[in-house]
C-alpha cells in the first residue's frame, strides 16, 4: 500500500496513542472489544440480558435503557451475530439517530452489504456531521473495498472535527496502514 507523505507520520503512530475524548467513538468505552455479557453468554435469537429481572428479554417488550440496548448491539456484532444485533437495532425507538444509523451501516458492511452500509453511513453523517464512530467505520469499509483515497478522507475529517488520538481515528489509521479492520 502506498502512503501518501502528508499522513506517513500519523499513520506510524502506534496504537497505543489512543486516547480518551468524547462521543461518537472517542471515549475510552470503545478503545476495547465490548465485555462478554450474559447477552452474549445465555441469551439466544435477539434477546438481551435484563439485569433487573435476571432473564434474557426481547428489547421492544422490555424496560431497557437506551444505553443499554447500543451495548448489547455492539456486544452482539463483536461476536459476530450481526442479525441478532440488527433485530436489537430494529427495537430502538428513534431509527434516525445517527448512532442507530452507524450501526446499521455496521452491522450491514459486516454481513457483506458495502452498498447498503454506506446508505447508512451517509443518513448518520447527515444527521450528525461530528460522527466520528461513523466516519471511522465508513472508512474502515473503504479500506475493505481498496477505496484507500475514500477511507484517508474520512480519516482527515475525523482529524478536523476534533478525533485525533480517538479510537474512531486511531484505529481507522490503522486499518489504512495494515489492511486490518475492527468487529467493534
Same mark, same amino acid.
Given at each position: 500500500?502506498?502512503?501518501?507523505?502528508?499522513?506517513?507520520?500519523?499513520?506510524?503512530?502506534?496504537?497505543?496513542?489512543?486516547?480518551?475524548?468524547?462521543?461518537?467513538?472517542?471515549?475510552?468505552?470503545?478503545?476495547?472489544?465490548?465485555?462478554?455479557?450474559?447477552?452474549?453468554?445465555?441469551?439466544?435469537?435477539?434477546?438481551?440480558?435484563?439485569?433487573?429481572?435476571?432473564?434474557?428479554?426481547?428489547?421492544?417488550?422490555?424496560?431497557?435503557?437506551?444505553?443499554?440496548?447500543?451495548?448489547?448491539?455492539?456486544?452482539?456484532?463483536?461476536?459476530?451475530?450481526?442479525?441478532?444485533?440488527?433485530?436489537?437495532?430494529? +427495537?430502538? #425507538? !428513534?431509527?434516525?439517530?445517527? &448512532?442507530?444509523?452507524?450501526?446499521? $451501516? @455496521?452491522?450491514?458492511?459486516?454481513?457483506? =452489504?458495502?452498498?447498503?452500509?454506506?446508505?447508512?453511513?451517509?443518513?448518520?453523517?447527515? +444527521?450528525? #456531521? !461530528?460522527?466520528?464512530?461513523? &466516519?471511522?467505520?465508513?472508512?474502515? $469499509? @473503504?479500506?475493505?473495498?481498496?477505496?484507500? =483515497?475514500?477511507?484517508?478522507?474520512?480519516?482527515?475529517?475525523?482529524?478536523?472535527?476534533?478525533?485525533?488520538?480517538?479510537?474512531?481515528?486511531?484505529?481507522?489509521?490503522?486499518?489504512?496502514?495494515?489492511?486490518?479492520?475492527?468487529?467493534?
Amino acid at each position: 500500500m502506498r502512503v501518501f507523505p502528508v499522513i506517513a507520520l500519523g499513520l506510524a503512530l502506534p496504537l497505543s496513542a489512543f486516547a480518551a475524548g468524547g462521543d461518537n467513538g472517542g471515549g475510552s468505552t470503545w478503545t476495547n472489544p465490548p465485555k462478554e455479557t450474559q447477552t452474549t453468554k445465555t441469551c439466544k435469537g435477539v434477546k438481551v440480558w435484563d439485569e433487573k429481572t435476571g432473564k434474557c428479554v426481547a428489547p421492544k417488550n422490555s424496560s431497557l435503557d437506551t444505553d443499554t440496548l447500543y451495548g448489547a448491539v455492539r456486544e452482539l456484532a463483536y461476536a459476530g451475530r450481526y442479525a441478532d444485533a440488527q433485530g436489537v437495532l430494529a +427495537a430502538m #425507538p !428513534d431509527q434516525s439517530d445517527d &448512532r442507530v444509523l452507524t450501526y446499521w $451501516g @455496521f452491522t450491514h458492511r459486516k454481513m457483506g =452489504d458495502p452498498n447498503r452500509a454506506a446508505l447508512y453511513y451517509d443518513a448518520a453523517i447527515s +444527521a450528525n #456531521p !461530528d460522527n466520528i464512530l461513523a &466516519r471511522s467505520y465508513m472508512g474502515q $469499509g @473503504f479500506v475493505e473495498e481498496g477505496r484507500t =483515497d475514500l477511507a484517508i478522507a474520512q480519516w482527515r475529517e475525523i482529524r478536523a472535527r476534533g478525533g485525533i488520538g480517538s479510537w474512531a481515528e486511531v484505529s481507522l489509521r490503522e486499518a489504512i496502514r495494515t489492511g486490518l479492520t475492527y468487529s467493534y
